[in-house]
């Protein structure tokens, strides 16, 4: 089995984590270095993540996941957030290119206009879903490369975001997409692995 396969196939939403078990910024910035690599639309990088090992504000963060035990015993509480005005970035963003020679001037404007245009005549709902589906993406990337690197991870929805928003001081433009809890799992209560369609129940070719 390739080692992507495997760690695919090895990924399980936690049930329960181990307690007491630290996760050192040194090992989360090792799986953020693998994140910044996911893929976003223009490249914007809409993903936010804020990390929360504090004990107290984590008992918030327990309060506000309608008090999921794992939230607790979780190495780092993880929350994902998008932002919502990601292409105000895109002058940065695109410095790099201009400043090697790879856009001139002109070129560098009207990228630059074309991704503001491109978000501002779709509107609030799309910059709101451009936020969710680029921080998801990174968010699943995020998960592969914990696993990779041993960690065990749980998407969550479960949990109030306007009382996240207020615990962890998150502006008003960053969504939070989803929470993800990391530790090592305590696999004694594993869970099943849940049924999971056939291919061809999900999949079709050239229509619905
Ligand atoms: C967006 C999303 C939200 C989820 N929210 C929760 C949650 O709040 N609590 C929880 O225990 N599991 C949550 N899960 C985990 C799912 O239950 C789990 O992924 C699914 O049952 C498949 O199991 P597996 O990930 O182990 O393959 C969530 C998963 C996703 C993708």
Redesign the pocket.
């Known amino acids: 089995m390739s080692e992507l396969v495997s760690i695919i196939k090895q990924r399980?939403?936690a049930n329960k984590f181990l307690p007491q078990v630290d996760i050192s910024s040194h090992e989360l910035e090792e799986i953020f270095e693998l994140v910044k690599y996911a893929p976003s639309a223009f490249n914007l990088q809409h993903a936010h993540y804020v990390i929360v090992q504090d004990e107290e504000r984590k008992q918030q963060i327990y309060e506000a996941s309608g008090k999921?035990y794992k939230v607790q015993t979780a190495s780092a509480v993880v929350i994902v957030l998008g932002h919502m005005d990601a292409h105000h970035n895109a002058p940065q963003i695109n410095e790099g290119l201009l400043h090697l020679g790879i856009l001139n001037q002109q070129e560098y404007d009207i990228q630059v206009a074309s991704v503001q245009q491109f978000y501002d005549e779709r509107g609030e709902v799309f910059k709101r879903d451009e936020a969710i589906r680029n921080a998801s993406l990174s968010a699943m990337t995020f998960m592969l490369a914990a696993k990779d690197k041993g960690w065990d991870t749980?998407?969550?929805?479960?949990f109030d975001p306007a009382a996240v928003q207020q615990i962890l001081d998150i502006p008003e433009r960053y969504v939070p997409a989803?929470m993800i809890t990391i530790g090592r799992e305590d696999t004694g209560s594993q869970r099943i692995?849940?049924y999971r369609k056939p291919v061809g129940e999900f999949v079709s070719y050239d229509h619905f």
């Open positions: 399980r939403s999921q749980c998407p969550m929805i479960g989803m692995r849940g």
